[in-house]
């Protein structure tokens, strides 16, 4: 199993560094490490040798999930224990916030927002076109490269004023869904026809949040419909080139399979699942890498993961395609402790910090050693597989997910016929034209 992960890790899909999305605050310059520079790296991916410089009396914010707040506080005392020596005195509190609202919260108001803060990939756009997040300095950039898988790295690389650089530290390299499932129910994991008829047999149900336009994107991502950064203007979604037809009848499939198998092929909210497990009226789901802990918990050694499983499209078995992208932490551009934040920052996401974090809450280490530590968890080999075959969770504009949203629960209606191809055309054409915004 662990030459399984690290063939994996190896060969997960490559993401483009982003182009320029806006210029640098003067702040920006103040977090370096003492003008170091070449090829300079700290020694150890967990803790830095840290410059404080006239920081003595620092008072810091940091944002954390609600699943990872007590560890993160168990991790920020470490942190201060460490440097007891340092004649740095420090007061840090840490606050909970999704990280799906980081950014806009930040954004709104990047004065009274966390100096560090944890964020998903998808909103590295909206945080580099405000300008608030502190690049690496050098030997903090040095590091990460030599730790950490080489596509979050990429992923958090733009280039701003002709000048490369890093503006965030990785914090995982798992940050997808894939299938989970009590493995006494299914039987035929690698096909979502067979799921769906073992679930049926069995009286549990099939959970995919398909009006959620996070995972609902699958519906149209399965047909070849990806989408590929922005137009010109930088704010419009583009996409690749696909086969309408294809997409289409893609669509239909999906929507014959909700007809066929209404009552087990459900619309619900994730937090269902792991719930449903337990009440065992759940055989299976589409399930996100941070309910790993409860998902872990309600089944125990019925356990089963897999990466998503196919559908039969006119004879043909198509991978479910879906998003997959990475977690950061970031430090605030305008904080006024940027030595202690950025420092703080690094050792939040090194190896030791992400090690924890992979023993409690489930989450896959971008650290290349730390990733080793849990190379036997069926659920991170799960989502690897499953990110080598998903889009890229990064520059995804935010009109994005109603519209993906509203395809599945367009399809999922009891008045929807999955046999209409003219209907099903219109359906996606609107949704096409709600995303670029063009409605």
């Keep these: 199993m662990k030459k399984i992960l690290a063939m994996l890790l190896a060969g997960m899909v490559t993401v483009t560094a982003f182009a320029g999305c806006g210029g640098q605050d003067n702040q920006q310059q103040k977090g370096n490490e003492g003008g170091n520079s070449g090829d300079a790296v700290y020694s150890d991916a967990s803790w830095a040798d840290a410059a404080f410089g006239d920081e003595k009396d620092v008072t810091l914010k940091v944002w954390a999930p609600d699943a990872a707040v007590d560890l993160t506080k168990k991790q920020v005392e470490a942190f201060k224990e460490h440097y007891a020596d340092s004649g740095v005195k420090f007061n840090i509190e840490v606050k909970p916030m999704e ?78 869904y894939y299938l989970v499932y009590d493995n006494t129910v299914v039987t035929h994991p690698e096909t979502l026809e067979g799921i769906l008829a073992d679930c049926k047999a069995a009286g549990r149900t099939f959970i995919m949040d398909g009006g959620n336009g996070f995972y609902g994107c699958v519906y149209a991502f399965t047909g070849g419909a990806k989408i590929d950064g922005f137009e010109s203007d930088g704010t419009t979604q583009k996409f690749t080139e696909y086969d309408e037809t294809e997409v289409v009848n893609t669509l239909m499939a999906f929507a014959k399979l909700m007809k066929d198998y209404k009552g087990t092929y459900v619309h619900d909210a994730v937090a269902a699942i792991s719930t449903g497990f337990t009440n065992k009226k759940v055989g299976a789901g589409i399930d996100g890498s941070w309910d790993t802990a409860a998902n872990k918990k309600a089944l125990g050694n019925k356990l089963g993961a897999a990466k998503l499983p196919t ?49 409690s809450n489930g989450w896959g280490p971008s650290n290349k050693e730390a990733a080793k530590a849990v190379a036997d968890d069926p659920i991170l080999v799960a989502l690897f597989e499953q990110g080598a075959v998903s889009v890229p969770q990064v520059n995804i504009a935010d009109t994005l997910w109603t519209p993906m ?25 609107k949704v096409k034209a709600n995303i670029r915004d063009e409605g």
């Excluded at 599945?408 to 054409?429: R, V």
């Design 405 to 429: 949203g509203n395809l599945g629960a367009e399809m999922y209606k009891d008045s929807w016929d999955p046999a209409n191809k003219d209907k099903t055309l219109e359906l996606f054409n």
């Design 311 to 359: 559908i039969n499209v006119n004879g043909t078995d198509k991978q479910l395609v879906g998003l997959f992208g990475y977690k950061y932490i970031g430090v605030n551009v305008a904080s006024k402790y940027p030595r202690s934040a950025m420092t703080l920052a690094y050792y939040l996401a090194g190896q030791e910090c992400q090690e924890q974090r992979a023993k």
């Design 99 to 176: 990280e799906s609202e980081a950014a806009t919260n930040i954004v709104t108001d990047k004065s009274i927002a966390a100096d560090v803060f944890g964020f998903p990939s998808d909103q590295f756009n909206r945080l580099m076109s405000a300008k608030v997040l502190q690049k690496l300095g050098t030997k903090f950039a040095n590091s990460v490269k030599a730790y950490n898988d080489e596509n979050p790295v990429k992923a958090a690389t733009f280039t701003v004023d002709d000048k490369e650089g890093l503006y965030a530290f990785p914090e995982t390299a798992d940050n997808g």
